[in-house]
């Protein structure tokens, strides 16, 4: 579903129902497709909402200047296009970082904040390898990198046993709109000090969680950003690589719901959630 919010339009897909909400925020370069196993988990307890980030799927490109406050505001408002006042947040990757600058930006809309393989305090080295990936995109387009990227997000094993979803995924990335994935790779290479000063404002309930195995959202990252954040869990899952929601559904949604249910126990009374 297409709908305009705030002179933008966002795609978005919404279960709807009396629950409280769960918005599921991707990675630079997917989709919202990317969270399918975590709606069917969550669905039953949770109205989980997610959106195509601006410059992705069927989303528009985000101006060239566009920083994390755009892609805030644009889940802002998507919020207020569906009637919802507060929100749990659930980002992966660069939406890790959108969630961090919507706890920012909009503390009095946010019940709670799960920051999952997200990036922080890169040291100067790596932030240049990742800068220099953004170079690659600039000068040939999305496809540039996609096949290093898949190599770090996903095992050899879950390559090798699904080459399809591999090929369709490898696919829709060289899709990307130019403008709108060299925008947002930008600003996941340039960004993971954002907000950093301010951690400390975000006083909801928050999990920080990675792989074991993520090169790239490492666990000493997930404890680094844990500990700037009042009361924050950090958690890891064995065996993982970046794509965990994807390569280790079971294992994802159990870590989910189990922290989602420490925050939300019974539906949003409606004065909250509207």
């Known amino acids: 579903m297409i709908v305009s919010a705030d002179a933008f339009l966002t795609a978005f897909e919404d279960t709807g129902g009396d629950k409280p909400p769960v918005i599921l925020i991707h990675g630079v370069g997917l989709s919202q497709a990317m969270w399918n196993a975590q709606k069917v988990a969550l669905q039953d307890r949770y ?3 997610t959106l195509d980030m601006l410059g992705h799927g069927d989303s528009p490109a985000p101006a060239a200047d566009a920083g994390l406050d755009d892609y805030a505001d644009q889940v802002a408002g998507l919020m207020a296009h569906l009637g919802i006042g507060k929100a749990i947040l659930v980002g992966f990757s660069m939406g890790a970082l959108v969630a961090r600058a919507f706890a920012l930006r909009y503390p009095d ?3 709670g904040l799960i920051l999952m393989n997200g990036v922080f305090d890169r040291s100067d080295a790596v932030r240049a390898t990742i800068l220099g990936r953004v170079d690659e995109v600039r000068l040939a387009g999305p496809a540039a990198n996609s096949d290093a990227a898949i190599e770090r997000w996903f095992s050899p094993e879950f390559r090798a046993a699904q080459p ?4 369709d995924l ?3 990335m060289a899709g990307n709109d130019h403008h709108g994935y060299l925008t947002s790779y930008g600003l996941f290479a340039s960004q993971d000090n954002f907000g950093a000063q301010r ?14 195995f993520d090169i ?6 997930t404890h680094a950003l844990a500990a700037r954040i009042p009361g924050a869990k950090a958690e890891m899952i064995a065996d993982a690589r970046h794509m965990m929601p994807v390569e280790m ?5 159990a870590l989910l719901l189990g922290y989602l249910d420490t925050i939300a126990h019974a539906p949003i009374a409606a004065g909250e959630a509207s």
């Open 47 to 49: 109205r989980v909402v």
């Open 109 to 111: 809309r946010l019940s």
């Open 216 to 221: 790239g959202s490492t666990p000493a990252m």
């Open 164 to 167: 399809g979803y591999i090929a």
């Open 199 to 212: 951690l400390g404002e975000i006083a909801v309930p928050t999990l920080v969680a990675t792989g074991e």
């Open 249 to 253: 559904p079971e294992e994802t949604n």
């Open 170 to 172: 490898r696919a829709h």
